[in-house]
Structures are given as structure tokens and as C-alpha cells.
């Protein structure tokens, strides 16, 4: 059966996203734009999946915990689990740069309740790449049950073909925006898996989705039709 999802959404978490971007509302959009599957991939950091995963079993959308990797090649891959606990288990083998946001320039960091409310604000800079490369990655995504997706590969920004010129071999899944083309999405589909998800950053742009067949409506299947995929 086909069930829609956005694997790639930023909370306000996420300084380049909207501070009104909370997991509520995002998890509400997505109930409301018909999604089965819903994903908060803020970069570099997990804060608010918690309060997504509760706000989805209150509204019955499948959160995936997710996570978008920046690393140190300015390179972003999206990382998608089973469970929080596998994706706090991943997180946890990575070492961050701590330099300190500056919000004037690059905009607030938020964590926040299910009730809207601001928990706390992140101090260290989540737009800095972290201390590892795309394969170590992928491998750690693979040993914690998960999967490593190089992220919006036909756009120019952070993405692995345009910073590498390629994408590496053990990468058999790839996203692309949803701003790509039929003629890209057809040019990859012949050798890669390719989801297409929005990288929403404002509400308006929460629930432009995709379609994807699966046997039932659940994260592991989800998780485990694509980790099949990238062998």
C-alpha cells in the first residue's frame, strides 16, 4: 500500500528554519496535509524529536526520529531510525564543534514542549560540520539500525555531488528536493532509491510529499524497506 511522507522537515530547532516551525504545529500540518510519515531532521542536533514522536502518537502520524548530519566536509546526509533511543545512541558517537551561536546572524536555536512552549535555547552552533566523515556516517546509521541519506543531491548547497562531484559507493538511497525535475528523478531512479522530501524550513511548505510503497503503516517498515534498499 502507498502511504505519503516528508522525511526532511526542520523545527525551530534548526536556526535557518521559522521560530513558529515547533514540533506541534509541524506534526499538525502534517495531520492536516494528509502525511502517513513525518520526519524533524534538524541539523545537527535532536532536541525536540522526543516532542514530536509524542505529538504523532497524539495526532497518529508516524514520526521518524531523525536527525540531518552536517560533516566536516559541510556535506549534509539525513539519518532515519526505528526508535529515539537508536537515534540518541548514534548521536551520541559524534563530537560537535563547540562554537556558540550567534542569533543575530544565523537565528535562534529553540527547543521546545508540546505545549508551544520554549524550553530552553541551544547555545552551540548547529551549523557548523561536525567531526566526522560521510562513511564513519553511514557505518555508525548502520550499526544503530538506521540509514544515511545524502541529502538534496541535485541542489548546490551542502549536498554530496556538488561538494564531492559524485556520490560515494556505498550510497544506494538518495533524496532529492522536491524542486527536482522528472527527467532528474528519472536519471537517478535507474541506479539509486531516491526519496523526494520537501527540507521545509515555514510552515507553507510542510506536507509537499511524496509517495512510498510499504506493507503497513509503521517506522519500521519504513526504515527497513529502505535500509534493504541501501545494500
Known amino acids: 500500500m502507498k502511504y505519503k511522507y516528508d522525511l526532511h522537515v526542520h ?31 534538524d541539523h545537527n542536533a535532536i ?12 495526532y497518529g502520524v508516524c514520526v521518524v526520529p531523525a536527525v540531518e548530519i552536517q560533516t566536516e566536509e559541510d556535506i549534509h546526509l539525513l539519518c532515519l531510525f526505528k526508535n529515539y533511543q537508536n537515534l540518541k545512541a548514534f548521536f551520541n558517537q559524534i563530537s560537535f564543534h563547540d562554537l556558540k551561536n550567534e542569533s543575530a546572524i ?13 524550553v530552553r535555547v541551544e547555545e552551540r552552533l548547529l551549523l557548523h560540520g561536525a567531526q566526522i566523515t560521510p562513511d564513519r556516517v553511514k557505518i555508525l546509521a548502520d550499526e544503530f539500525g538506521g540509514i544515511a541519506i545524502p541529502a538534496h543531491i541535485d541542489r ?5 555531488l556538488a561538494i564531492l562531484g559524485a556520490i560515494t559507493d556505498e550510497f544506494k538511497v538518495v533524496e532529492l528536493s522536491t524542486k527536482a525535475k522528472n527527467e ?5 531512479s535507474k541506479d ?19 509517495e512510498i510503497d510499504l ?13 534493504k534498499k541501501s545494500y
Request: proline content about 3%; hydrophobic content about 40%; some cysteine.
Open 192 to 210: 539509486y532509491t531516491v526519496i523526494i522530501d520537501s527540507d521545509a524550513h515555514t510552515v507553507e511548505n510542510i506536507g509537499v510529499s511524496s
Open 11 to 41: 523545527s525551530c530547532l534548526s536556526p535557518c528554519a521559522e521560530n513558529d516551525m515547533t514540533p506541534a504545529t509541524i506534526v499538525a500540518f502534517a495531520k492536516l496535509s494528509g502525511l502517513d510519515f513525518v520526519a524533524i531532521s
Open 184 to 188: 532528474e528523478v528519472e536519471k537517478w
Open 47 to 58: 532536541d525536540n524529536v522526543e516532542v514530536a514522536l509524542k505529538c504523532g502518537a497524539a
Open 156 to 160: 548546490e548547497g551542502n549536498s554530496m
Open 106 to 118: 544565523y537565528g535562534e536555536q529553540l527547543v521546545m514542549d508540546e505545549d508551544d512552549n520554549i
Open 215 to 227: 506493507p503497513d503503516r509503521s517506522v519500521f517498515a519504513l526504515i527497513d524497506y529502505l535500509r
